[in-house]
Antibody, heavy 115, light 107 residues
Framework: EVQLVQSGAEVKKPGESLKISCKGS????????IGWVRQMPGKGLEWMGF????????RYSPSFQGQVTISADKSITTAYLQWNSLKASDTAMYYC????????WGQGTLVTVSS | DIQMTQSPSSLSASVGDRVTITCRAS??????LSWYQQKPGKAPKRLIY???SLQSGVPSRFSGSGSGTEFSLTISSLQPEDFATYYC?????????FGQGTKVEIK
């Protein structure tokens, strides 16, 4: 069974850094893209970017390029989404999802940024 | 970027009703379109892939159709558990783009 298990909710202050994770299991982690999707409170879904863990090829949405970093550690079948300096506007639910057509989703990680 | 225009943004319907949601792409995307259902506080769940293929385990009352620029999701007989928000996604081109969502509410 394909599973994507994300790390727990985070509360951070503006300017702090953060790295959230998504652990894949039940499939060949290095053979499928993993993407990240943002959902701001009460809003729709926005694609942020993908990574192919097999060779770390990464694609970003222009809206998120330079704002976040997507990475993966294939030895522990885990993908990451990272911020160097959080803003209040980064407050959102973040989902990881498998493949470029998002067939399976993680449960989501709520990130709250507030002073 | 390919824009996905989803309509309506919300609808009210009764149990047993037939419901249709549409997505229009700003340029042709072949059949590279999926439909998702999201319930409050939950992750999205894929219902339809390749525009018209039913995801394993999804009830047959859900169906998808279309190709090119016009797509639709139909629920043949709305059930209580179907009240949710539905999104389309084009995965033909980068950046991937979702429709704005359709909230299906109880009449």
């Amino acid at each position: 069974e394909v599973q994507l298990v994300q790390s727990g909710a985070e509360v951070k202050k503006p300017g702090e850094s953060l790295k959230i994770s998504c652990k894949g299991s039940g499939y060949s982690f290095t053979s499928d893209w993993i993407g990240w999707v943002r959902q701001m409170p009460g809003k729709g879904l926005e694609w942020m970017g993908f990574i192919y863990p097999g060779d770390s090829d990464t694609r970003y949405s222009p809206s998120f390029q330079g704002q976040v970093t997507i990475s993966a550690d294939k030895s522990i079948t885990t993908a990451y989404l990272q911020w160097n300096s959080l803003k209040a506007s980064d407050t959102a639910m973040y989902y990881c999802a498998r493949r470029t057509d998002f067939d399976h989703w993680g449960q989501g990680t709520l990130v709250t940024v507030s002073s | 970027d390919i824009q996905m225009t989803q309509s309506p943004s919300s609808l009210s319907a009764s149990v047993g009703d037939r419901v249709t949601i549409t997505c229009r792409a700003s340029q042709g995307i072949r059949n590279d379109l999926s439909w998702y259902q999201q319930k409050p506080g939950k992750a999205p769940k894929r219902l339809i892939y390749a525009a018209s293929s039913l995801q394993s385990g999804v009830p047959s009352r859900f169906s998808g159709s279309g190709s090119g620029t016009e797509f639709s999701l139909t629920i043949s007989s709305l059930q209580p558990e179907d009240f949710a928000t539905y999104y389309c996604l084009q995965h033909n081109n980068y950046p991937r783009t979702f429709g704005q969502g359709t909230k299906v509410e109880i009449k």
